[in-house]
Structures are given as C-alpha cells and as structure tokens.
C-alpha cells in the first residue's frame, strides 16, 4: 500500500500557477534542458511545503533515447525535479545561503511511471534547515497516482 501524500492537495486548483517560468528563472539558475520546473502551484511558508509541476512532453531531450518506442522518465529525472523543487523553496526563503545545489538522495522509491505527454507535480515538505542545508521529504505525481518518494537533501554552495 503505497503512503498518503505527504500534504494535501485536495483543496489546491493544481491547475493555477501561482509562480511561472520567469519567477522560477528569477531564484534558481538552471537552463534549457536542466529547467524541471515549469511552475509553483502553491507555497505553504508556515508549514515549509511546496507543490511544483513539470510538464513533459515528447520533445523533452530524453524521449527519444530512453526507451525508444516506449519513452518513460527517467527516474533521476524526477528526482531532479524535485531537488528543483527544493532549492526553489530554500533560495527564495533563506537568500543569505545563496545557491542550494543537490547533495544526496536517500530513502528512494520508485512506485509508478511517467509517460509523455504528461504532468508530474512535486510536494516537498522541509523537515530540516539549517545555515547550510536543507532535507525535504519529497513525492513525485502523475495522474493522482505516487510515482516516487524519496528524502532530498541541498546544501549551500
């Protein structure tokens, strides 16, 4: 039985972008290919929660080589996406730790699959901060469904 989400998404209009591309670009630096985050649906600053998309879509660089035919997401690619989703979170709330880059991964789970065309939103919710890192619980969605779980950790650099 796969675990609930780790914030609830019933009463959010995922379909609402409260931050767009250009507000994602004016935080965090990553470009062209690297951008994995098309929008922030929601911040919750009390309870140190984000939900952010991405869309894919089959002119994404890696369709056409992984899994030809059949193309699924990679899944460091939703991790990725997710770390996005983190250092997002992090640089605009704490500015003073500049650059938040990925660090480490644990407690991974894949549990479903991501086919283009599609949208995979990310929660991450924070369970630690400090002056130079930052651990978010993360979960990754595509069609309602949990396609991965997993602890991602940034650090200041």
Sequence with gaps: ?????????????????????????AVIPQRFEMEMLSGIVHIDDP?????????????????????????LMPGVMMIECA????????????PEMGFIGFAKCDEVRFRGTVVPPARLYMIAKVVEISRRRCIAKCQG?????????????????
């Design 83 to 94: 770390a996005q989703a983190c250092a997002f979170w992090t640089m605009r709330k704490h």
């Design 1 to 25: 039985m796969a675990p609930s989400f780790l914030y609830d998404i019933s009463g959010l209009d995922l379909n609402k972008v409260a931050i767009d591309i250009e507000g994602i670009r």
């Design 47 to 71: 309870n140190d929660a984000i939900v952010a998309f991405k869309d894919i879509s089959l002119d994404d660089f890696w369709v056409r080589g992984h899994i030809p035919g059949r193309p």
């Design 141 to 157: 969605i595509n069609n309602g469904t949990l396609v991965f779980e997993a602890t991602v950790t940034g650090m200041s650099i």
